[in-house]
């Protein structure tokens, strides 16, 4: 668990970013549109450049991952339009999205598309500016820290180790129609960290496809949820009783799941299953 964070010496640090600084926009004309990653919860994760754009902005546009501590960086007089989506249910379509980015900086607004973790990870940021620049406006990402990474830190699971992981694949779970279906065969062999994002409803086929294509049911899991805010949660587990482990705790979204040798440093509150060294360290 992070330590209780402290916003206010955030925000004079910005502060004091900004009076060395030149405004980081221009005066009011249409865009930059800064397609902004919100990090994964924690206020203390989003970078100087997001803290900035937050700061200078206009209107805020936002999903329901950026967390109320990160919205509190906003100028008391920005205007805050909630765009988000919940378990499913989008408030607005991804057109009314797309339209309201363009109406607001073609009024000469600052806007800033708020986004949970980053926002060219599963978060439709590439859709969004694609749409922008098609429409003849200028478009500036800020990255975020992804939730694979923030989770994995806040967790004490290191994503790569020499002796254990040599790649990371970041994979959503939502793929199930066979034609969406992931190359399982690729993401069963060993040496590698998967981390599943939007994978809590689809666990227990996960875990079934993975050992049916060959990783050991022994290697170790890791399930973080809520990861680097306070409500976070991190259960330790094995591939064969991950989705067990994922009913019995009752996880919710938003939360990761994290599939290989290092997920055995996870330091969870209650280890459910001894973690075997499995057959891929011994292989690298
Ligand atoms: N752009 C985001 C991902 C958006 S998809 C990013 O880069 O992180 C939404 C999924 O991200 C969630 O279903 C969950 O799997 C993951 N996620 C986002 N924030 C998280 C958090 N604080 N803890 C755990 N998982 C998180």
């Known amino acids: ?24 926009l221009g005066p009011a004309s249409a865009g930059p549109v800064a397609i902004v990653g919100a990090g994964p919860g924690d206020p203390e994760l989003l970078t100087v450049k997001a803290l900035r754009r937050l700061e200078a902005a206009d209107v805020i546009v936002h999903d329901r991952l950026v967390s109320g501590e990160v919205l ?8 805050r339009i909630y765009v988000g989506k919940a378990a499913g249910a989008h408030a607005k379509t991804q057109e009314q999205i797309n339209a309201l980015l363009l109406g607001h900086a073609r009024a000469g607004r600052r806007v800033v598309r ?11 940021g590439g859709e969004e500016a694609e749409h922008l620049r098609a429409h003849g406006l200028e478009v500036e990402v800020v990255p975020g820290i992804t939730a694979a990474a923030g989770c994995a830190a806040a ?8 002796d254990h992981a040599h790649a990371v694949t970041l994979v959503t779970g939502h793929g199930t129609a ?22 809590v409803a689809t666990a227990a086929r996960t875990a079934e ?12 899991a890791a399930v973080v949820e809520k990861g680097t805010t306070e409500e976070q949660r991190v259960l330790a587990t094995r591939l064969d009783g991950l989705a067990a482990t994922v009913a019995e705790a009752g996880v919710r979204a938003p939360a990761v799941l994290v599939i290989g040798a290092v997920a055995a440093y996870a330091e969870a ?3 459910l299953a001894e973690p075997a060294v499995p057959a ?5």
């Open 1 to 24: 668990m992070r330590a209780p964070s402290d916003p206010i010496d955030l925000h004079r640090h910005g502060a004091a970013l900004r009076a060395r600084r030149p405004a980081p």
């Open 72 to 79: 509190a960086f906003a100028r008391p007089g920005a205007e």
């Open 114 to 124: 708020l986004k949970g973790g980053d926002p060219f990870v599963f978060g439709r």
């Open 155 to 162: 967790a004490g699971i290191p994503l790569t180790h020499r």
């Open 178 to 199: 066979p034609e969406a279906e992931p190359d399982w065969a690729g993401l069963a062999r060993p040496g590698q960290t998967l981390v599943i994002y939007m994978g």
């Open 209 to 220: 496809r993975l050992i049916a294509h060959g990783l050991a049911p022994e290697t170790p």
């Open 269 to 271: 509150a209650d280890r």
């Open 280 to 284: 891929c360290a011994a292989a690298l």
